[in-house]
């Protein structure tokens, strides 16, 4: 079986560095930041066991290796792009796209957008789904919802929220107990479900909680948006983003079972195309930030009413 390709976004770190000969013009060209060029390109050196650049005082100077590749990848790129030239022509046709993370589509848009289409029938939308990061690379989505580290979101990605990590479970899994949350010790005794591929979040958690090391994850998830549906299935407890499980805690599909929270190191940011329609940019954004202010505002209270 072929071993599958390193990431696009890797390969257009490297190209861009390599014609720039600079990370940081790099960065400047696509809209990232210094360090998650940098990272990409030494991703892609790890994947392929050489290196492709020789990392000088004053700039960068690619190795044999880097100048063997850097043809095939900028020919590569460039296919890429015609082939996406193709499709481009969307948004300009009233339509707009949004790209997002796979969790925040589906609980934030399945249950909200008739309340911005409805009112708004001119309005044309196509929702593009991911899971990793990388999957933003080369987007033309005049909208998109990332996920991930403040350091990798790219110049003018708006942070959402305030969020946090939060411990749920379904509302009957701590009705059992007899108490309103989990203690410590319960919290023990339960199947832990974890997002797999960003952080450890339930060691992140207790270590902020200052809580002795809890045992290892049963159950993984691919996404905070499986980990919550994990959770309103009473297939255990998870520890989640507040943000994403905000919507279930309003509807009192979730509870927050236990009071302790920790910083999230990895959260939800909103990023514009500046060649997108204004105004139908600026109709979805501030449906998308209502959506989030009502939602949140819900859980708060019950959050609030739990911890009183």
Known sequence: ???ALPPVAWFRAFESAARHLSFTA?????????????????SLELRFSTILFERKPRGLALTDAGRRLLPDVTAAMGSLSNAAGIFEGASQSGLLTVAA???FAQWY????????????????LRVITTVWPDEFSRSSADVEVRFGTESHMGKGAERLGPDELIVVAAPHQVAR????VLSTEALRQQRLIQAVGTSDNWKRWAQHCRIAPLPEPDLMADSHGLVIDFARAGLGVGVTSA????PSLATG???????????????YFLATNPRANPSDVDLFTTWLKAEISTATALADAKRQHLGS
């Open 243 to 246: 943000l994403l499980a905000a």
């Open 109 to 124: 848009f399945v249950p909200g957008l008739a309340r911005l289409l409805d009112p708004n029938p001119d309005l044309s």
């Open 253 to 267: 599909d979730l509870v927050q079972a236990h009071t302790m929270t920790a910083p999230a190191k990895d959260g």
């Open 177 to 180: 107990t007899g108490h309103p």
């Open 26 to 42: 790099a960065a400047e060209e696509l809209g990232l930041t210094q360090s998650a060029i940098s990272q990409n390109v030494r």
């Open 1 to 3: 079986m072929a071993r």
């Open 101 to 103: 993370s796979v969790s």
